[in-house]
Nanobody, 126 residues
Framework: VQLQASGGGLVQAGGSLRLSCEVSGESLDYYAIGWLRQAPGKEREWVSCISSRGDDTYYSDSVKGRFTISRDNDKNTVYLQMNSLKPEDTSVYSC????????????????????WGQGTLVTVSS
């Protein structure tokens, strides 16, 4: 399984960005996907995840109500819509995949993933 995150960039505080995580090598129908971020000097933070079934989603408290995760299995892509961005959201965002089985419930914000992709930088200016 290969993952590639894209869509990062520079945005002003209060603005929005949509990140994409394109998955190749396997069908997304079998994998839960998580988004994580890590800023220089800070610990890694798992911010969101979505089940292979697509109807279970979870968010960290720091992004709840502002970020929305979704998936398009036909395109083998998972999205992270980020609204009301804050300077503290500045980070490198990456996605990861964990085998879950066909259209299963549940996903993890604890990092229980098997494959990780390269990140995309999000910079939020004040």
């Amino acid at each position: 399984v290969q993952l590639q995150a894209s869509g990062g960039g520079l945005v002003q505080a209060g603005g929005s960005l949509r990140l994409s995580c394109e998955v190749s090598g396997e069908s997304l129908d079998y994998y839960a996907i998580g988004w994580l971020r890590q800023a220089p000097g800070k610990e890694r933070e798992w911010v969101s995840c979505i089940s292979s079934r697509g109807d279970d989603t979870y968010y960290s408290d720091s992004v709840k109500g502002r970020f929305t995760i979704s998936r398009d299995n036909d395109k083998n892509t998972v999205y992270l819509q980020m609204n009301s961005l804050k300077p503290e959201d500045t980070s490198v965002y990456s996605c990861a995949a964990g085998y879950a089985g066909y259209h299963r419930a549940g996903c993890s914000l604890r990092g229980d993933y098997d494959w990780w992709g390269q990140g995309t930088l999000v910079t939020v200016s004040s």
